[in-house]
């Protein structure tokens, strides 16, 4: 039963409940305990930076993991980074264009679990710049009493989505780190 319910839990991150599912189960996002953050980095140093307002719509199916879901809206506008003047920059056309593409979106389609019930990969669709495309997040699952927490390092290639800035002066890749919190 305990590895059915976390195998649930797991479920939450990644796949779209419909509208037949009847066991379906909100969770609530605990935005305080919540961030997502990324690193840029150049040949020369990095920088850090993230995203201060984003929404989760995450729903559970204890009974059918496979009709669970996670959503993220992330507020473009509400970045920061570890300098005012490159906080600026990042939000002008050449990278977020925060005045044009008001979100960045990802949508699970799937789950990858293996024998290890606590890691788990979230396939989906990341929405940013107007562009879709498809990315895998691996996640680490955590439950202490009624407090579900998904933690994730992944890279993504920011050229993917056209943001083309600086190519060979700063590094594609960028670590995306996702820390959400939710209350059962």
């Known amino acids: 039963m305990i590895l059915r319910k976390v195998l649930s839990l797991v479920a939450v991150a990644t796949l779209f409940v419909t509208a037949s599912a009847t066991n379906a189960e909100d969770l609530t996002l605990d935005a305080k305990a919540s961030k997502i953050t990324f690193v840029g980095a150049k040949p020369d140093g990095k920088h850090e930076g993230g995203f201060n307002k984003f929404a989760c719509k995450a729903t559970a199916d204890f009974e059918r993991p496979e009709n669970g879901s996670l959503v993220i ?108 919190v939710f209350n059962i």
């Open 73 to 180: 809206d992330i507020d473009t506008a509400s970045l920061w980074s570890d300098n005012e003047k490159l906080t600026n920059h990042l939000k002008n056309p050449d990278f977020f264009d925060v005045r044009k593409y008001k979100t960045i979106k990802f949508e699970s389609t799937k789950i990858v679990t293996g024998e290890d019930e606590t890691a788990a990969k979230l396939v989906g669709k990341m929405t940013m710049l107007g562009k879709t495309v498809d990315v895998e997040v691996p996640v680490t699952v955590a439950m202490e009493g009624s407090t579900l927490t998904l933690n994730s390092d992944f890279k993504i290639d920011r050229t993917k989505w056209g943001m083309t800035y600086g190519e060979g002066k700063i590094n594609n890749d960028v670590m995306i780190k996702a820390l959400l």
